[in-house]
């Protein structure tokens, strides 16, 4: 390799590098797979060593737009996979104490709740709404993006914004959050009917995802009882030699469940004033493989 070419791709590189944690961001809002983000971004690092990067006036720009338009692709593929998926499907937890780029500019979109709203979105409809509310591009660089007129994408971020604000409810603050989280451990690790049930707001929702991988509920598990006999009747056998260890993942304090030194499951909630309605149980070892202890 020539010199000249060498430092050209040295400086491609370094472009590359500076904007690679925007360029995953973008990508796991866009497909809440931490594997399937890195893979994405793999290929957009790929396309920009082959590209005639003499005619890129915006480098950053250039790449945000390559990652967002193979995002929407790949979320419209991945939605057709997710549909046989065996069980409930969770997003891909991300650890955002080991990656603090992720939520550094806007932590918007980030939470599993969210996550799974913003999966009843168009794959179009979702990016332009990634874009505006996580990096707050403007309506004119987004509609270059996405391929449509300023007033379409407007008009996309509006109906999302409304949608979420509809049907997601407002979070308790984090240190409460933790809190919920501890109490409901606890509770969940003794069997303790009542306790249970006291923490759970009226429409409270189990999910646990285990892929068809491992032992898991194939559907989700409705109001607060229901879920507080569920948790009660694995209690015994799925709390027996497991290690609690606090992590932070998509931006909320969660639990790993550590057995014989390997994690086995992470679990998050969310939780309103009313108490806990959302209780997400990550158990398939593709989605957990990333942590350790």
């Given at each position: 390799?020539?010199?000249?070419a060498?430092?050209?791709?040295?400086?491609?590189?370094?472009v590359?590098?500076e904007?690679?944690?925007?360029?995953?961001?973008?990508?796991?809002r866009?497909?809440a797979s931490?594997?399937?983000?890195?893979?994405l971004?793999?290929?957009?690092?790929?396309?920009?060593?082959?590209?005639?990067?003499?005619?890129?006036?915006n480098?950053p720009?250039f790449?945000?737009?390559?990652?967002?338009?193979?995002a929407?692709n790949?979320?419209?593929?991945?939605r057709?996979?997710r549909?046989?998926?065996?069980?409930?499907?969770?997003?891909?937890?991300?650890?955002?104490?080991?990656?603090?780029?992720?939520g550094?500019?806007?932590?918007?979109?980030?939470?599993?709740?969210?996550?799974l709203?913003?999966?009843?979105?168009?794959?179009?409809?979702?990016?332009?709404y990634?874009?505006?509310?996580a990096?707050?591009?403007?309506?004119?660089?987004?509609?270059?993006?996405?391929?449509l007129?300023?007033?379409?994408?407007?008009?996309?971020?509006s109906?999302?914004?409304?949608?979420?604000?509809?049907?997601?409810?407002?979070?308790v603050?984090?240190?409460?959050?933790?809190?919920?989280?501890?109490?409901f451990?606890s509770?969940?690790?003794?069997?303790?009917l009542?306790?249970?049930?006291?923490?759970?707001?009226?429409?409270?929702?189990?999910?646990?995802?285990?892929g068809g991988?491992?032992?898991?509920?194939k559907?989700?598990?409705?109001?607060?009882?229901?879920?507080?006999k569920?948790?009660?009747?694995?209690a015994?056998?799925?709390?027996?030699?497991?290690?609690?260890?606090?992590?932070?993942?998509?931006?909320?304090?969660?639990?790993?469940?550590v057995?014989?030194?390997?994690v086995?499951?992470?679990?998050?909630?969310?939780a309103?004033?009313?108490?806990i309605?959302r209780?997400?149980?990550?158990?398939?070892?593709?989605?957990?493989?990333?942590?350790t202890?």
């Amino acid at each position: 390799m020539a010199d000249g070419a060498g430092d050209d791709l040295e400086r491609a590189a370094a472009v590359f590098a500076e904007v690679r944690p925007r360029l995953f961001g973008i990508a796991y809002r866009m497909l809440a797979s931490v594997t399937e983000a890195e893979d994405l971004v793999q290929e957009v690092w790929m396309r920009w060593q082959d590209y005639d990067r003499a005619t890129v006036e915006n480098p950053p720009a250039f790449l945000a737009t390559i990652t967002t338009r193979l995002a929407i692709n790949a979320a419209q593929s991945a939605r057709a996979r997710r549909e046989t998926y065996v069980g409930p499907w969770l997003p891909e937890p991300v650890d955002t104490s080991a990656d603090p780029h992720l939520g550094a500019e806007r932590g918007e979109a980030l939470e599993f709740a969210v996550l799974l709203l913003l999966e009843r979105l168009s794959p179009t409809e979702r990016a332009a709404y990634v874009l505006r509310e996580a990096f707050d591009y403007p309506y004119r660089q987004i509609a270059e993006i996405v391929r449509l007129k300023e007033p379409a994408v407007r008009q996309l971020v509006s109906r999302a914004r409304k949608r979420l604000r509809v049907e997601r409810r407002t979070p308790v603050p984090r240190d409460a959050q933790r809190k919920l989280l501890a109490a409901f451990v606890s509770a969940a690790r003794s069997g303790d009917l009542a306790a249970l049930e006291e923490l759970f707001a009226a429409d409270v929702v189990s999910y646990s995802d285990g892929g068809g991988a491992v032992r898991a509920s194939k559907f989700p598990v409705v109001g607060p009882l229901r879920v507080a006999k569920y948790h009660r009747a694995f209690a015994s056998r799925f709390w027996a030699g497991a290690e609690v260890v606090w992590a932070n993942a998509n931006g909320q304090t969660s639990a790993l469940l550590v057995r014989d030194g390997q994690v086995f499951t992470i679990l998050t909630i969310n939780a309103t004033e009313a108490g806990i309605d959302r209780i997400y149980w990550t158990m398939n070892p593709a989605k957990i493989a990333a942590y350790t202890r």
